[in-house]
């Protein structure tokens, strides 16, 4: 049975059975890559998304429960002018190899929605459940900083 999502603006009909994780519909239904699988257990934060306006796990997130818009990375990366996150993560070179850069965003940003001018405290904090095994986390704190204009 087909169910309808919104993603990053646009209705989709997926065709994937409800107990489906979000994440398998977004990259293998819509071919949306931004999203990756890291842990499949919703500890990496690599497949995090915006439902709504909360950064949640897509890869335990069954899509029968989506019942709001859901944005990824692409949507952000359309942005323009640039979003100032992405921007910002460019500007501090906060990627290494990049796999985690979806997730770190994802919260980054929901984390600037929620509150426009997080202490550093709070934005390790927003950050804590994300993992980056490249060791750019002083990177990549900087540039959530420098986004909320803290820095």
């Known amino acids: 049975m087909a169910q309808t999502i919104v993603v990053n603006g646009v209705s989709h009909e997926v065709t994937s059975s409800p107990e489906t994780p979000l994440l398998y519909v977004l990259r293998n239904e819509l071919r949306l890559n931004g999203p990756k699988f890291g842990c499949g257990l919703a500890q990496c934060g690599a497949c995090t998304v915006h439902l709504g306006k909360d950064a949640v796990r897509s890869c335990v997130l069954p899509v029968s429960a989506v019942t709001q818009p859901v944005t990824t990375i692409e949507a952000l990366a359309a942005e323009t002018p640039p979003n100032r996150i992405l921007a910002s993560f460019v500007k501090h070179q906060a990627a290494q190899c990049g796999y985690c850069i979806n997730g770190m965003v994802m919260v980054a940003a929901s984390l600037l929605n929620a509150r426009p001018d997080p202490t550093r405290a709070e934005i390790i904090a927003a950050l804590d459940g ?12 900087d540039a959530v900083a420098d986004a909320a204009g803290a820095h």
């Open 130 to 141: 994300n993992l980056c095994r490249c060791g750019t986390h002083l990177r990549i704190l």
